[in-house]
Structure formats: C-alpha cells, structure tokens
C-alpha cells in the first residue's frame, strides 16, 4: 500500500519527550493514515529536539523551559502523544486536556489507578479523547485468539500464561545504561513497563478487564530491596471461574547453564490451556510485525493461524500494532466508532493491579504525582 494523500484537515498531533518509541508508536504509523499529520515535538534539549525533527521530517520544534506547555498552547494541535518518563503521564495528560487536546498516553497512563481516574473524568467532562496506549489489543491477531476462544472449539479456560523476558546477552539493545526504566523516582520498574503487556493479555483474553485479578503471589527479580526496582516479576492470579493466571516478565533475562553463560531465547508468548487443549499466541506484543497463533486440539490436528486483517477486510496485512491502534483513536476522535475500544474502567483497574504486584512482591507502591491540577479540573469520578 502506497502513502496515502492526507485529507485536507488531518488531525495534527505534537509529541510531548524527543523518546525513542515515537517512530514506532506514532510517526511512522501515521504516514499511512491519510488523517493524521505529525506536526511538532517538544524536547527539553533544542539540539535533541532539532535532530529529532529533522530525522522524522516533524515542521515544528519546541525546546527550552516550558517547551511542553508551549506545545499545548499550540492552537494548531489537536492531539498530543505524551511520550515521557511515567512520572510525568499524569501531569502533562491533566494539562493537555486543559488546553483542550485530545491525548494519547504512553503506558502506564499513569503511576496509580487514582491519577488514571482523574485523567478519564476529566477527558469525559471536556468531550475529549484519553487513551493508554496498549496497542497489541487493536490488532486482528488479538481479536482472533479471543474469538477462538469464546467459540467454545476447544471448552472452557483452565489458565492462561503470559510472558515478555528479553534475554540479558540482548538488554543493551533495547535499554540505555541510565534507563528511565531503571529509576524509581520516574515510575521505573518492570511491571510498570513490560508487565503491562502479559497482565492486560491474561485479561482481555478471559473476557475479565472490569475487575482486577486477586494477586495470590509476586516475586519481584533483581535487587529490589535496594533498588524498589523490579528487573523482573513473576506474579500469579487467581480469577473468576476458577481460571488460574500467572505473568513473568523481565528486562534482562539471566542466562542458563554453568555460571548462567548460556543465552535464553526471548520469551514473547501466550499460552492459554482449555479444557479440550491448547493455545499459544507467539509474539503477542508486536504481532504486526510477525507472530503465530497455534491451536492444539487434544482430539484431531493442530493447525497454525497468522491474522494480520479484519475477517470483514478492514486494515492492511502491513499495518503494525500501533498503526491499529492509531486507526481506532483517529476514529474515536472523529466520532465514528472504532472496532475495538479500550474501556477506562480496563486501564483503571490494570493498574489497581499493578499496585497489588507491588505489594505482593514487598515492594513500595510507584509514587503519585506531586502536580496538583487546578481546582475547578478536579472532578469526582463514578466509578
């Protein structure tokens, strides 16, 4: 598919953080969405900033003390893509709904489910869109395995698995020596990054987004105790219908063997068992970009399914998770209803879990903002 001609009016986002995961999560799906325009990035750096723009051909800079505010004052934005450390989420989401943005957050919305409530009920009261920006859930690939699941073909849930553990030998790679990830104080840890992913699969793929799971047991990896960062976390659920569940995530999966030399493989898969067999759905957080959906019947043949389209056509077997998810908000915002949606009450109640990791694993809850949003902007959420 070729690049689209943008329409005469597209919705022209502005990036709040020069960060790494803007190409994949926004300016490269947006060049084949003929209703969005990248429009300006803010970064605190000008030179960051300049060579960000430059790289990712974005007309507009901002920079310097008050860069992001600058950027929402922008009367030619519409939306803002908050790309900066977690601590940060719920500040600039309650700002940029005040100046009358749409915003589109990177995960977690927030550091606690309080600050997620309050940015939801904030966007309802303006008529604004939020959304937490948990792509693979948009994708068919997705959708398919749930589908396969409630047809009932292979009976009811047993449990459900969830793993993303990147193997140490490959950490440099995908995080800086000083990561953010790594800082308590910015809402750091594992769980709070990784750990979304597997937490929100075991959910959506047992039809039980609405409450959170009973966390029966968590044990966080690495140093935490010194650190109150988990480099990892292995966490257990107990939830409805007697369905276990159970997530393991890591930043730097040790190796195995003598001195532990041997490299693991990545581990990026779900495995749901049944009562009449098996799925695993490979590479679930990044399906877009290739994954396997392998169903096991414990009577008849196993097949293997790749869904990267909507049984009705809609979407392109080139699109990413992200380009998915980019097509339901632009939807969202626009007014038309999007085939999948994100319920608030989903992201609110995922991080209500989150929490409970925490205090299962003995380590500290993630710290709440100490940005105090002006008082005619707090609101009482329903719950």
């Given amino acids: 598919m070729g690049v689209?001609?943008?329409?005469?009016?597209?919705?022209?986002?502005?990036?709040?953080?020069?960060?790494?995961?803007?190409?994949?999560?926004?300016?490269?799906?947006?060049?084949?969405?003929?209703?969005?325009?990248?429009?300006?990035?803010?970064?605190?750096?000008?030179?960051?900033?300049?060579?960000?723009?430059?790289?990712?051909?974005?007309?507009?800079?901002?920079?310097?003390?008050?860069?992001?505010?600058?950027?929402?004052?922008?009367?030619?934005?519409?939306?803002?893509?908050?790309?900066?450390?977690?601590?940060?989420?719920?500040?600039?989401?309650?700002?940029?709904?005040?100046?009358?943005?749409?915003?589109?957050?990177?995960?977690p919305i927030a550091d606690t489910a309080d600050e997620a409530r309050q940015i939801f009920a904030l966007a309802e009261r303006k008529g604004l869109v939020a959304l937490e920006a948990i792509h693979f859930t948009f994708h068919p690939s997705t959708q398919r395995v749930k589908a396969i699941i409630d047809s009932g073909e292979l009976g009811k849930v047993k449990s459900v698995v969830g793993e993303f553990a990147i193997p140490s030998i490959l950490t440099s790679l995908f995080f800086q020596k000083d990561d953010i990830r790594y800082q308590y104080d910015l809402g750091g840890g594992c769980t709070m990054d990784m750990g979304v992913y597997p937490l929100a699969a075991l959910r959506y793929l047992t039809g039980t987004e609405s409450d959170p799971p009973e966390v029966t047991q968590a044990t966080a990896l690495g140093n935490p105790q010194t650190t109150r960062i988990d480099r990892g976390m292995h966490a257990t659920y107990a939830l409805p219908a007697s369905v276990s569940g159970e997530t393991y995530v890591d930043f730097s999966m040790p190796g195995w063997g003598p001195f532990g030399v041997f490299p693991r493989m990545p581990k990026l898969s779900v495995r749901v068992a049944l009562e009449g067999g098996e799925i695993e759905f490979y590479n679930y957080p990044l399906a877009g970009s290739y994954h396997w959906i392998k169903v096991r019947p414990r009577k008849g043949g196993a097949r293997t399914e790749k869904v990267y389209r909507f049984p009705d056509g809609r979407g392109e077997n080139s699109w990413t998770t992200y380009r998915y998810q980019l097509e339901a908000f632009v939807d969202k915002v626009r007014g038309r209803t999007p085939q999948y949606w994100t319920d608030p009450k989903t992201t609110i109640t995922q991080l209500e879990t989150v929490g409970q990791i925490y205090a299962a694993a003995g380590l500290p809850p993630r710290i709440q903002s100490s940005y105090v949003p002006p008082a005619e902007t707090i609101v009482t959420p329903a719950e």
């Fill in 4 to 107: 689209p001609k943008k329409t005469s009016n597209p919705l022209r986002f502005g990036i709040l953080g020069a960060a790494r995961i803007g190409p994949d999560a926004l300016i490269n799906p947006a060049k084949s969405h003929a209703d969005v325009v990248v429009a300006a990035v803010a970064a605190r750096d000008a030179a960051k900033a300049a060579k960000y723009a430059k790289t990712h051909g974005i007309a507009k800079t901002f920079s310097g003390t008050g860069c992001y505010q600058k950027l929402l004052d922008d009367p030619e934005i519409d939306v803002v893509y908050i790309a900066l450390p977690n601590a940060l989420h719920f500040e600039w989401a309650i700002r940029t709904l005040n100046a009358g943005k749409h915003a589109l957050i990177e995960k």
